[in-house]
């Protein structure tokens, strides 16, 4: 069976849980808590170099980092993935947008106000990374204007992705 | 013929000639110049509306966006990109460690430094993307400490990804 190790308000976790729900792929969960360093113990570090969940142990000792690979690996052959060429790359582009452009700057806001509650010390750096966060949500509204979904005309492993932080933004101070 | 809009001296742009040549693609190339705000013109915004290069023009008006999609759209079914579905994902998980632990430190204070020449007025942010980048090099130099490749035991779009920035670290003071 999958074991998900993962803080579970983590929205990088919550893509992968939401995933294998979806999917009806029975798997174990570890919480770890990234606030007590419990993802840079010389353990943790064995199965993630980078020290950073979800970490998805696909067979005892064969560990997956990365959500969006994670989700990549799980989705792949079913219907949260096109297997048309072209599709495919476009799921990835939004993939990557997410981790570039929507992630550092929504996800690290919501952290940094309501897990750290270190809104007045991060001020200055907030305030970009609401400029940048909300730039990444212009795109994707400008992106969903005509259309349900991010790639093609289905529900993909893109917008699951960009589901994840985007349904907490209000938690980073993105209203 | 494919068409890259590029800023030359991108790391994220040499990653794609550097596959389009390897794998012996003839393309075009467009210029844009990222420090004269060419890449946030409506004109450009209607090839990516996130307003960043590279770009790949499909074909006319098909536009593809985010380097490491690039990448993987041009190498699948290539020798660049494996047939193995673990190592298909553990390409990908390469791929998003060097978009959000790699490139977001390194490729930044490379630009910050040789080309916008602000290594003063950035200097509490660059030492701590120079923290941020050594770890990402220390996670690369410890997973190839046995083996030549990132994945599987030859060469592939993870090793090009990372290579980009890697080899031009020195630009951002990482020595």
Same mark, same amino acid.
């Given at each position: 069976?999958?074991?998900?190790?993962?803080?579970?308000?983590?929205?990088?976790?919550?893509?992968?849980?939401?995933?294998?729900?979806?999917?009806?792929?029975?798997?174990?969960?570890?919480?770890?808590?990234?606030?007590?360093?419990?993802?840079?113990?010389?353990?943790?570090?064995?199965?993630?170099?980078?020290?950073?969940?979800?970490?998805?142990?696909?067979?005892?000792?064969?560990?997956?980092?990365?959500?969006?690979?994670?989700?990549?690996?799980?989705?792949?052959? #079913?219907?949260? %993935?096109?297997?048309?060429? @072209?599709?495919? $790359?476009?799921?990835? !582009?939004? &993939?990557?947008?997410?981790?570039?452009?929507?992630?550092?700057?929504?996800? #690290?806001?919501? %952290?940094?106000?309501?897990? @750290?509650?270190? $809104?007045?010390?991060? !001020?200055? &750096?907030?305030?970009?990374?609401?400029?940048?966060?909300?730039?990444?949500?212009?795109?994707?509204?400008?992106?969903?204007?005509?259309?349900?979904?991010?790639?093609?005309?289905?529900?993909?492993?893109?917008?699951?992705?960009?589901?994840?932080?985007?349904?907490?933004?209000?938690?980073?101070?993105?209203?």
């Amino acid at each position: 069976m999958y074991r998900l190790y993962e803080f579970s308000p983590s929205g990088n976790a919550y893509k992968v849980r939401l995933l294998l729900t979806q999917l009806e792929i029975p798997f174990d969960k570890v919480e770890l808590d990234i606030l007590k360093g419990e993802t840079r113990t010389p353990e943790f570090l064995a199965k993630n170099p980078n020290g950073r969940i979800p970490v998805l142990e696909i067979q005892p000792d064969l560990f997956l980092f990365e959500s969006n690979a994670i989700l990549f690996y799980l989705s792949e052959g #079913t219907q949260y %993935f096109p297997s048309e060429r @072209l599709e495919r $790359a476009q799921v990835m !582009q939004w &993939l990557f947008f997410e981790q570039y452009s929507h992630e550092p700057n929504i996800a #690290t806001s919501r %952290f940094w106000i309501s897990w @750290l509650g270190k $809104a007045d010390e991060y !001020q200055d &750096l907030l305030q970009k990374k609401r400029e940048l966060g909300y730039a990444a949500l212009e795109v994707m509204e400008k992106h969903l204007s005509d259309r349900a979904f991010f790639v093609g005309e289905r529900y993909t492993i893109a917008d699951i992705s960009l589901f994840a932080y985007t349904h907490v933004a209000h938690e980073g101070g993105l209203t």
